[in-house]
């Protein structure tokens, strides 16, 4: 979709503060939305790409209802969750032939449109574009290329214009090939982790529950930050905890307290959370999977962490 004058100036005026950090995705973001460029964001879970999509959208003009002065206004944000599922028909719609009949193939009766033509002057958001077949990957072609869609057997084209920001994490391996044809339609930007504990520890501030009578004291919170961080970079860790593991265990560690009958947080509340909180959120390299269990792997790491950086309580 090409930008107009006022998107562009909003695009560049963009602080796109709902995610912290991340200056270098915004800008490559910016700099890519202002040359009209599709986008696949691409890094791990908890990152924040989708709400970075949601205030790209929140950039565009309403859009009017399909029946003008009618109903309420066309959404500007369309997500579309990648699957193996997925079909052509959900993402272009198709044609009742009965009605076509009847209407004509072009009528509005006979048409019901996919996701794709919803999404027409606005974000179509494609979470999770490797999971996407083949066969999918072939039908977005034209309209990413061509800003029109054939629909089904019926030699007829509707045009339609988005701009279409998809995700994928590299380091899932249940996804299916992107082919270089249709990788070569987008421009990638890269997002990785929160680049500072401080940062992250903002995060987590920010979006973990406030839980009457119980405290989370900020130096304990940020060693949570800071052992789930160490976790990421352990050379036996295979798949890493993302941001919201760190928001989990925080928001998991507030309610054992509470339950314990305490009015601040322990080092014992949150060992003893660990293991349900990030044991199915982080995978061991195979080296180490076979000879120790991802449960008791966070423990013993937490043990060591708690004597190293002076916890008390460490693990139960």
């Given at each position: ?27 490559e973001l910016k700099s890519a939305l202002l040359a009209s460029r599709h986008i696949i964001l691409v890094g791990p879970p908890g990152v924040g790409k989708t709400t970075l999509a949601r205030e790209v959208a929140q950039l565009l003009p309403q859009r009017e209802s399909a029946e003008k002065g009618k109903g309420a206004p ?17 993402l272009l719609g198709d044609i009742d032939p009965i009605k076509a009949l009847e209407y004509g193939p072009l009528s509005t009766e006979a048409f019901t449109p996919g996701k794709i033509f919803k999404a027409d002057k606005g974000i179509l958001f494609f979470d999770e574009v490797n999971r996407c077949t083949e066969k999918l ?180």
């Amino acid at each position: 979709m090409h930008a107009s004058d006022e998107f562009r100036k909003r695009i560049a005026a963009a602080p796109f503060s709902a995610v912290l950090g991340q200056g270098r995705v915004k800008e490559e973001l910016k700099s890519a939305l202002l040359a009209s460029r599709h986008i696949i964001l691409v890094g791990p879970p908890g990152v924040g790409k989708t709400t970075l999509a949601r205030e790209v959208a929140q950039l565009l003009p309403q859009r009017e209802s399909a029946e003008k002065g009618k109903g309420a206004p066309q959404p500007r944000f369309v997500r579309v969750q990648g699957s193996p599922d997925l079909t052509a028909e959900d993402l272009l719609g198709d044609i009742d032939p009965i009605k076509a009949l009847e209407y004509g193939p072009l009528s509005t009766e006979a048409f019901t449109p996919g996701k794709i033509f919803k999404a027409d002057k606005g974000i179509l958001f494609f979470d999770e574009v490797n999971r996407c077949t083949e066969k999918l990957q072939n039908a977005l072609l034209q309209a990413l290329e061509e800003k029109r869609a054939t629909i089904g057997g019926y030699d007829v084209d509707f045009p339609v214009d988005f701009v279409f920001i998809g995700t994928m994490n590299p380091e899932d391996s249940s996804t299916e090939k992107l082919s270089d044809v249709f990788l070569d339609r987008f421009d990638l930007v890269t997002m990785g982790y929160p680049e500072t504990a401080a940062i992250e520890h903002e995060i987590v501030t920010q979006q973990r529950q406030e839980i009457e009578g119980v405290a989370m004291p900020d130096a304990l919170q940020l060693k949570v930050i800071a052992f789930i961080r160490q976790l990421r970079v352990d050379k036996n860790v295979d798949k890493k905890p993302s941001v919201r593991a760190s928001i989990g265990v925080v928001d998991r560690s507030l309610t054992t307290a509470l339950l314990r009958g305490r009015r601040i947080v322990a080092p014992e509340d949150i060992a003893s959370v660990l293991p349900s909180v990030l044991a199915h959120r982080m995978s061991l390299k195979p080296s180490v999977k076979y000879l120790e269990q991802p449960e008791e792997y966070v423990r013993k790491q937490f043990e060591t962490f708690s004597r190293e950086h002076d916890l008390e309580g460490g693990v139960p």
